[in-house]
């Protein structure tokens, strides 16, 4: 499977926990992004890596959120310390390795359901 | 910070009837894309348009950019079941050395009875 890929599918949390999302982008893209969607929600922005680099993270919430794309292997989402609010599906986009052109697409994973208990 | 307004927000219609959602904003956006999400999944594009003005068919699914890129419609003619889903719009502004970045909707929660 060539596509991007989300793990877990489901992470559940008790509140104060720590929550790790993975996510392997598609082979030869070297940019991705997180975004967060609430029920009945669109998707919101959170940020956007390039391989070891962090190139926007305008949308993540300043506290207990932290995001990484090393070198080798996936990129992370770390929420630490998570409460209720932190429900949520993540979903991760990739693009190829000149980062997203005005007529390009992304490709988004299955995402990963969060739910704080 | 760029807003995309979509409308309505639900709609549930029947086997056979067309709709039209819409996507707005004041912002000026190099392009829009319009994707489609299944429940469970990630959202999959349908249509990226680029031009003002410019109208792209996609079978059933007609999709029109603004002629100011400031908005779109998507129309569906003879909606059938499997057109169930949630119809998200994006719209792509730059964020510095050519690389951009998707803004968008909340959606409009699209149902079609049978």
């Known amino acids: 499977n060539a596509g991007v890929m989300q793990n877990p599918r489901h992470l559940v949390r008790r509140r104060g926990q720590e929550a790790r999302l993975r996510c392997s982008p598609m082979k030869g893209h070297s940019h991705v992004y997180w975004y967060r969607q609430l029920p009945e929600e669109g998707l919101k922005f959170m940020v956007y890596?390039?391989?070891?680099?962090?190139?926007?993270e305008s949308g993540m919430p300043k506290e207990r959120f932290s995001a990484e794309f090393p070198k080798e292997g996936p990129s992370i989402l770390r929420i630490q310390q998570v409460v209720r609010g932190d429900s949520a599906a993540y979903f991760c986009?990739?693009?190829?390795?000149?980062?997203?052109?005005?007529?390009?697409?992304?490709?988004f994973g299955s995402g990963t359901q969060l739910s704080v208990l | 910070t760029q807003l995309l307004e979509q409308s309505p927000q639900f709609l549930s219609i029947q086997e056979g009837e067309n709709l039209t959602v819409y996507c707005n904003s004041s912002s000026v956006f190099s392009s829009l894309q319009w994707y489609r999400q299944e429940p469970g999944e990630g959202p999959v594009l349908l249509v990226t348009?680029?031009?003002?003005?410019e109208v792209k068919k996609l079978k059933r699914l007609t999709f029109q950019f603004g002629d100011a890129r400031k908005d779109s419609s998507l129309h569906i003619t003879a909606a059938q079941p499997g057109d169930t889903g949630l119809y998200l719009c994006?719209?792509?502004?730059?964020?510095?050395?050519?690389?951009?970045?998707?803004?968008f909707g909340k959606g409009t929660k699209l149902s079609v009875i049978p």
């Open positions: 890596l390039q391989k070891e680099n962090i190139i926007d």
């Open positions: 348009v680029v031009t003002g003005g």
């Open positions: 994006a719209g792509a502004a730059e964020v510095g050395a050519g690389s951009y970045q998707l803004t």
């Open positions: 986009a990739s693009s190829p390795s000149k980062g997203l052109r005005t007529n390009e697409k992304l490709f």
